[in-house]
């Protein structure tokens, strides 16, 4: 990995998720833990300005929660929702590209068609219309939302990779050794297409983290009792006009970074992995 | 090509109906609807009354039959909230969006395209690399902040744009429009630039990406070759071939613009479908949900079949059996 910008990526990526793990240690408070709240440090500014206290480094919301610390529970529910998602529709999309790919008929008609469908619906539109309906429960439901048309990115992804490697003369003499065909499927079909899935489980990791925030953006994703980006800069917006732009401007920086940095890690993935560009040294 | 267009049709149709289907099913089984319709504080003979008034009491399958015949007549019953038909609640909103969408899609495709092809010719210019990065932040910046972060800086800070509505609107027959005035243009602006933002970002990257493969391929040296000029080589000879991924994926992000223009109206107070549609998961008026859900699958299975048939146009290749 000699690319500056894969190279940032990846820290970036490793520094979100240690202090993801390590939240309730490099925090001064817990913001969801209702008895270390107290009224009376609501819309402290950042501790640089005029009022700012201690230790209350990027100041509080209308609720004294601390913005620093809710920050870093709030990228705790984003990469918990990212890495929940990207593991479950994964999955379960790359298990129906294989099939899709490897028996054809009837199974690959009815699968592509459904995923066609909920491909053109948007898993965005989708997950709004279902929280929308079923209310929002907690984090479990929101990564069901997600899940629902989300597996078709990687479905569609595989099932192209498989119809490729399929062709290949190590499929043909597998199957003249008289292999079955779960041996075919797993030691030598899955291993050889599954790299193009790569670069989706980075880009998709990127988009379900907007998502999330979006979809907590709107109140329809995680429930109030849960620290999130996107509810953070939902409840800022209502003090924009006050001049309190630390309530977004904090949490939005934040979202922003971990996204990027998920996306440079992708693009250097995606280049690295297609033999048409040719990289100039 | 004729067989294909009816087959295409066929398929929506049956997409309509499981639509439909789900829709009939949050509608008669999520909450209660008699209780809805009634009020809380009616008897149980008004209950009963409403009960039979709206044909509940009859096997499911009689109930579904009612729904479509009166959906195919553009009957989805009457807003809990206002009181009035929910269809023209919903229609009423239709222009604000369609203008808000179009405008959006329309500075998206030309400005992505555009800059796709300039950055694709010489993809390690200064300049170049830094709209590679503009595009980078595009599609790392959700939707939601976008509008936020606009409206932070162009209607609090600098006070140039306004922050939200419609503005002034002029009616022509039964549409609203928002064109014609300098205010509406005004109010027009960050919310277009928003909902554009990530779909030009995604467009200036597919296109620089498909004409740098292109640009590689053999026949593009041979046109060079030829001494044709340069604008027949880029845009006759390469584009046409790079454009085929992007109309794909223009095609299937109907269904996403629809999404993200709902977190739009949202935030600039768009008097749009979107924004209607929030207000109705806030304060659970499903007959207004369940009519937005069929709307927004007509017209993204409408929108799909219309961009499969301009395929053909794009890729002679392609020649629908």
């Known amino acids: ?281 | 090509m004729l067989t294909y267009i009816s087959r295409r049709l066929i398929q929506g149709l049956v997409v309509i109906l499981v639509a439909s289907m789900i829709c009939f099913l949050i509608f008669r089984y999520m909450g209660d609807p008699v209780i809805m319709m009634a009020g809380r504080y009616a008897t149980f003979q008004e209950q009963e009354e409403v009960r039979r008034l709206m044909g509940l009491d009859k096997p499911a399958y009689v109930q579904y039959a009612k729904f479509l015949w009166n959906a195919a007549h553009g009957n989805f019953g009457i807003s809990y909230v206002t009181r009035v038909p929910a269809l023209g609640l919903i229609l009423e909103r239709f222009p604000a969006t369609f203008e808000l969408a179009s405008t959006a899609v329309i500075m998206a495709f030309f400005l992505g395209v555009g800059l796709g092809v300039v950055t694709a010719l010489k993809p390690y210019a200064l300049r170049n690399r830094l709209i590679m990065a503009g595009s980078l932040g595009g599609i790392s910046i959700p939707t939601f902040l976008m509008g936020i972060l606009l409206i932070m800086t162009f209607a609090v800070y600098l006070g140039i744009l306004p922050p939200f509505g419609r503005g002034d609107t002029v009616r022509v027959s039964f549409w609203r429009t928002g064109f014609l005035t300098v205010d509406g243009i005004k109010h027009l602006i960050l919310p277009a630039t928003t909902l554009a933002m990530y779909q030009l970002a995604v467009l200036l990257r597919l296109t620089r990406a498909g004409m740098r493969e292109v640009l590689t391929e053999e026949y593009i040296k041979t046109a060079w070759s030829k001494g044709l000029p340069p604008m027949k080589v880029i845009f006759k000879h390469a584009l046409r071939n790079a454009m085929i991924p992007v109309v794909t994926i223009t095609g299937l992000q109907f269904g996403e613009l629809i999404a993200f223009s709902i977190v739009t109206e949202t935030i600039f107070q768009w008097p749009g479908m979107g924004n209607l549609l929030l207000t109705s998961i806030y304060e659970t008026d499903r007959p207004v949900i369940v009519i937005y859900i069929m709307l927004a699958a007509l017209i993204i299975i409408i929108l799909n079949i219309v961009v499969d048939i301009l395929y053909a146009f794009i890729n002679p290749k392609i020649r629908y059996e």
């Open chain 1, 1 to 281: 990995m000699h690319d500056p910008s894969a190279i940032v990526g990846s820290i970036i990526l490793l520094i979100f998720i240690l202090t993801a793990l390590l939240a309730p240690w490099i925090t001064p408070q817990n913001p969801y833990d209702l008895e270390k709240l107290t009224l009376e440090h609501f819309l402290t500014p950042p501790i640089w300005m005029e009022d700012g206290k201690a230790p209350f480094i990027l100041g509080t919301d209308d609720q004294g929660r601390d913005i620093y610390s809710t920050i870093i529970y709030g990228c705790r529910t984003s990469l918990t929702v990212g890495f929940g998602v990207v593991s479950i529709a994964g999955t379960f999309g790359v298990l129906i590209g294989l099939l899709a790919g490897y028996y054809g008929r009837w199974f690959d008609v009815v699968t592509m068609r459904l995923a066609d469908t909920l491909f053109s619906f948007s898993t965005t539109l989708i997950a709004i219309l279902f929280l929308g309906i079923f209310g929002r429960g907690n984090v479990l439901i929101v990564i069901v939302a997600i899940c629902i048309a989300d597996w078709v990115r990687y479905a569609r992804t595989m099932r192209g990779s498989v119809l490729e490697v399929k062709e290949e003369a190590y499929m043909m003499s597998g199957k003249a050794t008289g292999a079955g065909d779960f041996r075919l499927l797993v030691r030598h079909l899955l291993p050889n297409a599954i790299p193009p899935i790569f670069v989706v489980v980075a880009v998709d990791l990127a988009v379900v983290i907007m998502l999330e925030a979006t979809l907590s953006f709107l109140g329809v994703g995680v429930p109030l009792t849960e620290p999130s980006l996107g509810m953070m800069i939902s409840i800022g917006k209502n003090y924009i006009y006050a001049g309190m732009w630390w309530m977004i401007v904090f949490p939005g920086a934040a979202l922003i970074l971990l996204v990027i940095g998920i996306n440079l890690f992708a693009d250097w993935l995606r280049e690295e992995l297609n033999p048409k560009i040719q990289r100039k040294a």
